[in-house]
């Protein structure tokens, strides 16, 4: 069996949908089938019971589920072992956003067990750029939020989180269960800097051109809220000081946690980062 496509099987066993799975992968779905198939009958045994509405796992595929994911964790430390005693001992990631976040807090314990012996090194970043310094080469790996340009870059979906928008407390709107956008559309809204990507800030403006003060930071944009009585727009969760509130918006797409790294780049310690992110943000 060669890695690869034990790599391929994890994916489906986790996604358990082939079309979610090749984009997880990214690859076209044929070829991933086809895999899967010639994987089955090299096991001489099926993996998956197919139906219209996706797939589960046969108990052949559950077991080959837990050693293929063994084997894989092997696979990269070996890879780590080896690009330590080559030199590379060190990893920059980047993140944005809410560091209490408990998938990060799992990410980092993770890591840390699995590679004690790599020097981490974190890159906070502001709102103006959420690709964290990766398109500059400040980082290796992001942890961030998108939408944003994907252009040679490889993306991961960690998670995501329905979004609200963030009001004083004793705006006329703060107390209602839910909103609507157009609710909020005579409303100033938070700004990012001229040349911030567009599509981040198309996001979060709601999809449509808005007026308001321009921010770099989470706590400015909770400032900008609490002084001028801008809106803006957070993932649900964040704890918030009690002069404001959160409100759920309906008709808001939901905000994505993702791993990115720059295409082909084939170290090994973004590798085994990636795999053990997308372990920690399942629970």
């Given amino acids: 069996m060669e890695l690869r496509t034990l790599r391929y099987f994890v994916a489906v066993a986790e996604e358990l949908h082939f079309g979610r799975a090749a984009t997880r992968l990214h690859m076209s779905q044929p ?8 994987l089955e009958a090299d096991v001489g045994a099926l993996l998956f019971a197919r139906s219209p509405i996706g797939v589960t796992l046969t ?4 077991v080959l589920l ?11 430390r070996v890879r780590v072992r080896v690009s330590a005693a080559a030199g590379a001992a060190t990893i920059t990631v980047g993140i944005l956003g809410d560091g209490t976040d408990p998938g990060v807090a799992r990410l980092a314990a993770a890591y840390r067990r699995n590679h004690p012996g790599i020097d981490i090194r974190i890159r906070d970043t502001d709102l103006t750029d959420p690709t964290c310094g990766l398109r500059a080469g400040l980082v290796d790996v992001a942890l961030t939020r998108a939408p944003f340009d994907e252009t040679a870059l490889t993306v991961r979906v960690l998670r995501s989180d329905p979004v ?5 407390s004793d705006d006329p709107l703060a107390h209602r269960d ?9 409303r100033r809204w938070f700004q990012f800097p001229q040349g911030t990507d567009p599509l981040w800030q198309s996001y979060w403006n709601g999809g449509r051109p808005r007026e308001g003060p321009v921010v770099r930071a989470v706590q400015e944009c909770l400032q900008a809220v609490l002084w001028n009585g801008t809106v803006g727009l957070a993932p649900l969760g964040h704890v918030l000081p009690a002069e404001l509130a959160v409100v759920p918006l309906i008709d808001m797409a939901p905000s994505r946690v993702v791993a990115v790294w720059n295409d082909g780049d084939a170290n090994p310690l973004i590798r085994s980062f990636i795999e053990i992110a997308s372990t920690a943000y399942r629970h």
Avoid at 31 to 38: N, V
Avoid at 164 to 168: F, H, Q, T
Wanted: proline share 5%.
């Fill in 31 to 38: 070829p991933l089938s086809r895999a899967i198939k010639q």
């Fill in 59 to 62: 108990p052949v595929g559950r």
């Fill in 66 to 76: 837990d050693e293929a994911r063994a084997l894989l964790d092997h696979a990269d």
């Fill in 178 to 186: 839910r909103l609507h956008l157009a609710e909020l559309s005579d």
């Fill in 164 to 168: 609200g928008v963030v009001l004083r």
